[in-house]
């Protein structure tokens, strides 16, 4: 775990640039065709779901969360969680997760999803959505679809399209 002095706190708008740095930093450019990225360009992250991780003044990671539905189903799509090369296998980006997923479940979110890997992320209780169920706009690895029920069953018959939810982001 982490020795570090991590101040984790809710994201600010101040927040952006120096994320949108440290994504650039960490994902490059390619990160555009993504298709979690193809959801952001339609709707905002919520600043209440999304974290950063600092050592004092140094941002060191960033979590995001935005509003989306699943077909007709509510849910949070995660990401991207990144946090700068030297600082990774030391926690951050586990305590970043780890308050994310908190501050949904207090807020009443029910379910997250993500593109990501399940060995790292099934550690706090992400599975992968079988396949077929669930589509992305545009390509992805459908073994790296992942959800995680914030509320049990939540995920049941889970399936349909991935879009922004219009209604939660207003």
Known sequence: MSDLDLIIAAETANDAQPIERLVARTFGPGRFVLSAYRLREHVSHLLDLSFTARIGTLLVGSIRQLPICVGDTPALLLGPLTVEPPF???GVGRKLLDRAINDARVKGHQLIVLVGDEPY?????????PKGHVTM?????????????LVDGAAEGLAGAVRPDWNAAK
Do not use: N, T
């Open 121 to 129: 992320y099934s550690r706090v209780g992400f599975k992968a959505i």
């Open 88 to 90: 990774r296998s030391r």
């Open 137 to 149: 706009p545009g390509p992805v690895d459908q073994k790296r679809l992942l959800v995680l029920e």
